[in-house]
């Protein structure tokens, strides 16, 4: 027979133990108040360097954006640093993005980060390199004939 079924046949014989065998079975189930506090789950920092390099080009003036996960995006400095605090333990994903066409990010533009499973606050440093080329003159438009 069921928790529920024996509260229920009490209940129909007299409401007012049912009351009480309610409330001590919903005391029961709210655990020991003495037990220690929950550990919080390990967070990490996660800090970015952006470096863009000019091969003769103009470099982006306007800066880049980054996202963290494609959640927290922020905006980065074409030479700048940018820090994610509070980021939870596990495998995390980074993104630039508006990168002006004469640019590239040398070796892609998404980098996978690992914030290890330890108790202490893990510090990752992750860099980003954009390469910016020289962007040729344009050529003749058909009404330049």
């Known amino acids: 027979m069921r928790v529920t079924e024996v509260v229920m046949r009490i209940f129909a ?28 789950p390990p967070m990490g920092i996660i ?7 000019s091969t003769g080009g103009e470099i982006d003036p306007n800066g ?17 640093k940018l820090t994610f605090g509070g980021v939870p333990a596990g495998v995390h994903h980074l993104f630039l993005y508006d990168i002006a ?16 499973q330890q108790q202490s606050i893990s510090r990752v440093p992750i ?16 009404w330049d004939y």
């Open 13 to 40: 014989k007299d409401p007012a133990t049912a009351g009480l065998a309610l409330a001590a079975l919903l005391t029961l189930g709210c655990g020991d108040s003495t037990a220690p506090p929950a550990v919080p």
């Open 47 to 53: 800090e970015v360097t952006v470096t863009t390099t």
């Open 64 to 80: 880049y954006i980054l996202s963290l996960d494609m959640e927290d995006m922020r905006l980065i400095a074409s030479n700048g």
């Open 101 to 116: 066409g004469n640019c590239s990010v040398s070796g892609g533009n998404s980098i996978a980060v690992e914030i290890p």
């Open 127 to 142: 860099s980003f390199v954009v390469l910016c080329a020289e962007v040729p003159p344009p050529g003749p438009s058909p």
